[in-house]
């Protein structure tokens, strides 16, 4: 995947930087995987914002993605193309399985088209095949992780992510998988995972350019709070851009509490116990 760069003909089109599209090969999702989705606008059902600078949006359809897989084992599958998800960072792939079926998945850096892949114990240890982690050798990256067996994989499964297999504890049947955050957990050696890298690897350099562009992605604009009045935040009142006034520390929305500069996870949260080593600092 590549990105290109705008010759400057507008102010916003001076520094943007996009997408080329170069891997895709259709512009035509499968209809039968595709459904529309309802957008709240941040409100809930009594239309008031619960969740503040959301709205907007550019018209999309959502793509059904499995995340599953092993209800296909040892069933074999050829990818069909390579599409664009507007959901997602990532690029999906849609396969076609030898029994007729047609399923979404997460692209892997390097997918083509006519690729085959395959779920289960016997798959070769290739890109794109989903196995259990115990089947997976040590040093190998995958992604779309289960955090319990037979569920569906719900980590790493944004672009250019991909978590390793450091090592395992053949007593307690248990994997040990280094986050992308530098974090070593311990996984059940059944749960199921992606072998290889998500692909997209450029997407870490796109520069938006302008604010409609934003605004297309259902963002709207992000005022701070020190930009408000008394009664909408903490931080509010002064004149203008003033400093917040408060000579302790910055306050959050609504509840006032400490916002900066304090852990928010909880010590005794049930899965620290999964927790082999913490994450690296930034």
């Given at each position: 995947m590549a990105i290109k760069k705008y010759k400057p003909y507008t102010p916003s089109r001076r520094f943007m930087v996009g997408y080329d599209f170069s891997e895709i090969t259709t512009n035509k999702p499968e209809k039968s995987l595709v459904t529309s989705l309802w957008r709240t606008g941040g409100r809930?059902?009594?239309?008031?914002?619960?969740?503040?600078?959301?709205?907007?949006?550019?018209?999309?359809?959502?793509?059904?993605?499995?995340?599953?897989?092993?209800?296909?084992?040892?069933?074999?599958?050829?990818?069909a193309s390579v599409e664009y998800d507007p959901y997602r960072t990532a690029r999906i792939v849609l396969l076609n399985y030898a029994d007729g079926e047609k399923r979404y998945v997460l692209a892997w850096k390097g997918a083509t088209v006519g690729e085959e892949v395959i779920t289960g114990k016997n798959s070769p240890i290739k890109a794109g095949n989903r196995k259990q982690l115990k089947?997976?050798?040590?040093?190998?990256?995958?992604?779309?992780?289960?955090?319990?067996?037979?569920?569906?994989?719900?980590l790493i499964k944004t672009a250019w992510s991909?978590?390793?297999?450091?090592?395992?504890?053949?007593?307690?049947?248990?994997v040990f998988i280094k986050m992308p955050s530098g974090e070593v957990r311990k996984f059940d050696e059944n749960c199921w995972a992606t072998i290889w890298e998500i692909g997209n690897d450029q997407h870490q350099n796109v520069v938006i350019g302008k604010a409609g562009r934003q605004r297309w992605m259902g963002k709207k604009p992000h005022v701070l709070g020190k930009n408000m009045n008394p009664v909408d935040h903490p931080h509010g009142g002064w004149e203008w851009h003033s400093p917040i006034g408060s000579?302790?520390?910055?306050?959050?929305?609504?509840?006032?509490?400490?916002?900066?500069?304090?852990?928010?996870?909880?010590?005794?949260?049930?899965?620290?116990?999964?927790?082999?080593?913490?994450?690296?600092?930034?």
């Open positions: 809930n059902n009594q239309g008031r914002v619960t969740s503040r600078w959301m709205g907007g949006w550019h018209k999309r359809l959502y793509r059904i993605v499995d995340f599953k897989g092993y209800d296909k084992i040892d069933i074999p599958a050829k990818i089947d997976i050798p040590e040093g190998m990256n995958v992604f779309a992780l289960e955090v319990t067996p037979f569920s569906k994989g719900k991909y978590a390793s297999i450091v090592g395992r504890d053949d007593q307690q049947k248990k000579k302790r520390w910055p306050k959050s929305f609504a509840w006032k509490n400490v916002s900066a500069g304090i852990k928010t996870r909880k010590s005794k949260k049930w899965s620290t116990r999964f927790i082999v080593s913490k994450r690296t600092k930034n």
